[in-house]
């Protein structure tokens, strides 16, 4: 088991090897930028995208702590494409506590798919995923959330609990946290060891995952001062792989 939080290190290629390895690898905010060529100006300004997302309204907890928008994208050789809208659907097996049925999510607004950080993040992960799995086709689903937290509720990153998505890979790419704590990830076996415990803290700090190996959580958050606006801004990417 280890426990670190993200720090300075590989480049894309080590990035494929882990996941080979041992089914996860942890990018730094630095390694990141430095991949995307941004520094905290892009990130500030790509993070402003998050006040646009709207409530979840699916949340069988009751729960108004999850804001969200969807978009749904091919990439493969002939670059990034992104597909007709349509519901977002998990199986209840996959998620007990929201699956089961379509899910009419809004979609990603003009203004974020223009930003280059968007297609420029799936681009490298897509590079990572390819050479880690010896493909080059994909499903993508961009899932970028807020979560929020105050004085009247806890806000759940992972409201079902450990958990898959039922995707190939999986990722997490911290944007934004305001005023607040917790928010820590894990990775566990399917045997319940636990692999991995860090909290991604700065913009850029990213997670990457095989979700058909290893299970994933994070912990709530709380906001540090009540009476101030608290909230933690990411960015989820699933890939499937894609036969052609």
Excluded: C
């Excluded at 076996?189 to 997670?207: N, V």
Aim: glycine share 8%; no cysteine.
């Amino acid at each position: 088991m280890s426990e670190k939080t993200a720090t300075p290190g590989p480049s894309a290629a080590t990035a494929s090897a882990d996941l080979v390895e041992q089914g996860w690898h942890l990018q730094s905010s630095d390694t990141v930028s430095r991949l995307l060529g941004v520094g905290d100006a892009e990130w500030a300004a790509y993070a402003d995208h998050w006040d646009d997302l709207v409530l979840d309204t699916y949340m069988k907890d009751g729960g108004t702590y999850r804001n969200r928008r969807y978009g749904h994208f091919r990439l493969d050789v002939d670059g990034l494409r992104q597909l007709p809208h349509a519901p977002y659907r998990q199986e209840s097996a996959v998620n007990p506590l929201n699956g089961g049925i379509d899910r009419h999510f809004e979609p990603l607004t003009d203004a974020f798919l223009a930003n280059p950080l968007t297609s420029e993040v799936v681009r490298m992960l897509g590079e990572i995923f390819s050479a880690a799995e010896g493909i080059g086709a994909w499903d993508v689903k961009l899932h970028p959330f807020r979560i929020i937290t105050g004085a009247d509720q806890v806000g759940k990153p992972a409201p079902q609990g450990r958990h898959r998505d039922g995707s190939t890979f999986v990722t997490s790419l911290l944007v934004r946290r305001n005023n607040v704590e917790g928010g820590e990830s894990s990775l566990h076996g399917d045997d319940d060891t636990l692999l991995l415990r860090s909290t991604l803290s700065r913009p850029g700090d990213q997670l990457l995952v095989d979700d058909r190996r290893l299970l994933h959580d994070v912990t709530p958050l709380r906001a540090v001062d009540p009476a101030l606006p608290a909230y933690r801004d990411v960015l989820i990417v699933d890939f499937d792989r894609l036969s052609a």
